[in-house]
């Protein structure tokens, strides 16, 4: 049987206890996860992105599975979580540059070559992080979201984690943008290549976006997600509240706005990354 249909089976017994066994086969899946060889979700020929139900149905079979044990490294880092899910093991081979001061990355993540994690910076179970992404200090790489090749995610940034429900598309930041300090990108919301959010942006499944370029607003409809078009580039602004109140106190509400499309003036504000990697 394949990887997928052990996994399928173990994950609909529903048991209350695991054997050895089954702890085997979890640690299976946790390393081909870590190896990059399955991904909680992928990108088809047609440009659209679908999730991999199997295996988020994998990584919380990993949490029903795993005992609460101390794995503190030092009693002044205390560290307790499911046996299941320790600290990845990385190696200098695996060509991860790690500055010290306190990052961790989970079991089960896939980090490429050439990545950079600056300090203090976590990525959780699930995630994959493509080649010559940057993760600047503070920054948060959540359960299962996806990150393509030559990333910033600057200081602060927030990429949130989507576990349940297991059909539910991750955050997905694709090859090349520029995720600005302080940014929040959360429930499932894709952004496109070469895309730029300014710092302070954030993008939720209820948030629009107004494209004052293109004349539209972005919105999530349904089970499809919020999606920022690629090579736009996203500032934080302001709409007028409605209602007389709103108006009578001067009231507005938060609405990222497009201002632009990446052009070679944006590029060049942004170079900076090839010489930081």
């Not at 139900?53 to 794995?71: N, S």
């Not at 954030?202 to 004349?215: A, E, F, K, M, Q």
Request: charged content about 20%.
């Amino acid at each position: 049987m394949s990887l997928r249909s052990r996994v399928e089976a173990l994950s609909a017994a529903g048991r209350d206890r695991y054997d050895e066994a089954d702890r085997a086969l979890f640690g299976e899946f946790r390393a081909a996860l870590t190896r990059g060889d399955i991904r909680a979700a992928e990108r088809r020929l047609d440009g659209a992105w679908c999730a991999n139900a199997w295996v988020k149905q994998g990584i919380l079979l990993g949490f029903r599975m795993g005992a609460l044990v101390d794995m503190s490294p030092h009693p002044s880092f205390p560290f307790f979580d499911k046996d299941t899910y320790p600290v990845r093991p990385t190696t200098l081979q695996e060509g991860v540059r790690i500055v010290p001061g306190g990052s961790s990355i989970r079991d089960g993540a896939y980090v490429a070559p050439g990545v950079v994690c600056m300090p203090p910076m976590y990525v959780n179970v699930g995630a994959y992080v493509d080649a010559g992404t940057m993760i600047d200090s503070h920054a948060l790489v959540g359960s299962c979201a996806q990150i393509g090749k030559r990333v910033h995610l600057s200081a602060a940034a927030q990429i949130g984690g989507v576990l349940e429900p297991v059909g539910a598309l991750p955050v997905i930041i694709e090859d090349e943008t520029l995720v600005g300090g302080g940014c929040g990108v959360y429930e499932g919301t894709i952004v496109r290549e070469r895309a730029v959010l300014a710092p302070g942006t954030i993008l939720t499944g209820s948030t629009p976006v107004y494209d004052l370029v293109r004349d539209q607003v972005y919105r999530r409809d349904g089970d499809r997600p919020l999606e920022i078009p690629a090579g736009a580039v996203v500032v934080p602004g302001a709409r007028g509240a409605p209602g007389a109140s709103a108006a009578r106190w001067g009231i507005s509400l938060y609405a990222p706005v497009i201002v632009k499309y990446r052009d070679e003036k944006t590029d060049a504000a942004t170079l900076l990354e090839d010489y930081l990697r």
